[in-house]
């Protein structure tokens, strides 16, 4: 959300900006061969990942004017970036793909490379919080905490499984999923674990966190835990679960075929809505492969069927 407009990145490398309040498409941005992670924006900019573009098609990230979608300037065009950006202050940071393994820091003005710190293959978008970058190593089962401004390791801290999502941070305190289902807590000052737990699936996406609960996603369920870890309650999706949005008093989530909303202490349903399939010759697409987006009691979903939905969250 931006200035009046929805962001959408496409499979197909398109930065898609339509009016919030009735949808109407403004531009169209061709950004590459595949982008299908969300954009982050700041100001007069949106910054957009992409990857599979192939060894003569520019990748990395582009920097896209939000007035008309001209692209400002693009950086790492050699290198596969699958997951989203993270922007803070002036810097733009990046994580790792398929046979990528680096963390890239950028300038957000320019697109010139700050640094780059080797992750693991896959390694995860960074959270940034008062000049640190935590990181997960996607397929190697350890957790980073980087300095922001260079890039210099200050801690790091293995699991027991592989960590593709990003880490969430609350207060004084790191949380992470692992592909073993198991919950971390870790202290953001040195790695210390404070605690964890197992909740038996397989984790993939980042946790929600607020003062007082923690919404995990993992293959089939969303769950929610107190902040010291113990479980309050379980509520079962048809299929994958996507990073969770809390809004209010709601825990907005999206799985491979619905989005629906749940109260977010005792995880009962408010209320789900289902995406349509769509046919082109002989294929069929349908259901959902992102997070949902809430502004301004609206959630906003995409869909693989090409569709974004401007839902009314009930209050």
Excluded at 187 to 214: N, P
Aim: aromatic share 8%.
């Amino acid at each position: 959300m931006a200035d009046g407009r929805v962001l959408v990145t496409t499979a197909r490398g398109s930065l898609v900006a339509l009016k919030t309040d009735d949808g109407k498409e403004l531009w169209t941005a061709d950004v590459g061969q595949t982008s299908d992670a969300a954009p982050v924006v700041s100001g007069d900019t949106a910054y957009v990942t992409t990857w599979n573009g192939g060894e003569n098609v520019d990748r990395g990230v582009a920097a896209i004017d939000l007035a008309d979608g001209s692209e400002r300037w693009r950086a790492i065009p050699d290198v596969d970036v699958s997951s989203a950006a993270t922007l803070a202050h002036d810097t733009v940071y990046v994580g790792g793909s398929r046979k990528r393994s680096h963390v890239i820091a950028l300038d957000a003005m320019d697109g010139s490379e700050r640094w780059r710190f080797r992750a693991g293959e896959y390694a995860s978008t960074p959270a940034v919080f008062q000049g640190i970058a935590y990181v997960s190593g996607g397929k190697e089962p350890t957790v980073y905490a980087l300095d922001a401004v260079d890039g210099e390791e200050r801690w790091r801290v293995d699991v027991d499984g592989r960590v593709w999502g990003a880490p969430t941070i609350s207060g004084e305190t790191v949380y992470i999923g692992t592909r073993k289902g198991t919950v971390y807590a870790l202290a953001a000052a040195d790695g210390e674990e404070l605690w964890h737990i197992e909740i038996g699936d397989d984790v993939r996406e980042s946790l929600a966190v607020t003062s007082d609960m923690i919404y995990v996603p993992d293959r089939g369920s969303i769950h929610g835990l107190s902040t010291d870890g113990e479980g309050q309650w379980s509520v079962d999706a048809s299929s994958y679960v996507f990073p969770p949005t809390v809004a209010g008093n709601s825990v907005i989530v999206t799985d491979r075929s619905e989005a629906f909303g749940l109260d977010a202490a005792t995880g009962a349903e408010y209320w789900r809505h289902a995406v349509k399939r769509r046919t082109i010759s002989d294929m069929t697409f349908s259901g959902i492969m992102c997070e949902p987006v809430v502004h301004n009691h609206v959630v906003y979903v995409a869909s693989l069927g090409g569709d974004v939905y401007a839902l009314q969250r009930p209050e």
